[in-house]
């Protein structure tokens, strides 16, 4: 009888941990790369390219809810040229530049390893605008550079790979001054600390 004591209180001492750890899956800091799907929209006129950068972020696991903040730096590689505007040499290109977000989080584990959730926040997103005239010793060529702000709301799906790996897919929409809006579909790799 002492024996079945004994590995009773082993086996449980060995779960303990494992229980502990699925109860917060979604907890702690995060650190994460992410690509995607970027298209624009100004007045009608659209354009896709590449979104990429890094994120951060601490998320609260109670229960089956979570709350979480973060922060994320990214790049896009649209850039768009017109030729002729003034001068048949001319050109002018637009192009978007980084773009910062933050922002907070809520949402609702499903089974163990997923998380579903919905995020808003405030974003600021640079586009410049280059021209040059195309003509040997003018000084017309001028770069223009602006910071627009915007709001960002979104919706993805996060699983964990294990205790401290994760993987996720994300649309957000960004709407910012001037006209100007984004959408994006992310897929991101990460790890939680």
Same mark, same amino acid.
């Given at each position: 009888?002492?024996?079945y004591v004994?590995?009773?209180l082993?086996? %449980?001492s /060995?779960?303990?941990?494992?229980?502990?750890q *699925? /109860?917060?899956?979604?907890?702690g800091?995060?650190?994460e790369?992410i690509?995607?799907?970027?298209t +624009?929209?100004v !007045? *009608?006129e659209?354009?896709d390219? %590449?979104?990429?950068?890094? %994120? &951060?972020?601490?998320?609260?696991?109670?229960g089956? %809810? &979570?709350?979480?903040?973060e922060?994320?730096? +990214?790049d896009?590689?649209?850039?768009?040229?017109v030729s002729? &505007?003034v001068?048949?040499?001319? !050109? $002018?290109? /637009?192009?978007?530049?980084?773009?910062?977000y933050?922002?907070?989080?809520i949402?609702? &584990?499903?089974?163990s390893?997923?998380l579903l959730?919905?995020k808003?926040g405030?974003?600021?997103?640079?586009v410049s605008?280059d021209?040059e005239?195309?003509?040997?010793g003018?000084?017309?060529?001028?770069? $223009?550079? !602006?910071n627009l702000?915007?709001?960002r709301a979104?919706?993805?799906?996060?699983? /964990? $790979?294990g +205790?401290?790996m @994760?993987v996720?897919?994300e649309?957000?929409?960004?709407?910012? !001054?001037?006209? @100007?809006d984004?959408?994006?579909?992310?897929?991101? @790799?990460? @790890?939680?600390f």
């Amino acid at each position: 009888m002492r024996k079945y004591v004994i590995a009773a209180l082993l086996a %449980a001492s /060995a779960a303990a941990p494992a229980f502990a750890q *699925d /109860a917060a899956t979604f907890t702690g800091p995060r650190i994460e790369g992410i690509v995607g799907y970027d298209t +624009t929209d100004v !007045e *009608d006129e659209g354009a896709d390219g %590449a979104v990429y950068g890094v %994120a &951060v972020g601490y998320d609260v696991q109670m229960g089956g %809810a &979570v709350l979480g903040i973060e922060a994320e730096a +990214t790049d896009s590689s649209i850039s768009e040229c017109v030729s002729g &505007v003034v001068t048949p040499a001319s !050109e $002018l290109c /637009a192009k978007l530049g980084r773009d910062l977000y933050v922002g907070g989080r809520i949402g609702a &584990v499903v089974g163990s390893r997923a998380l579903l959730y919905a995020k808003a926040g405030y974003t600021n997103g640079r586009v410049s605008l280059d021209y040059e005239d195309g003509t040997p010793g003018t000084a017309l060529d001028s770069t $223009l550079s !602006e910071n627009l702000d915007g709001v960002r709301a979104g919706a993805g799906i996060e699983y /964990a $790979l294990g +205790t401290n790996m @994760f993987v996720k897919a994300e649309y957000r929409y960004s709407n910012y !001054e001037e006209g @100007f809006d984004k959408h994006q579909g992310v897929a991101g @790799f990460g @790890f939680r600390f």
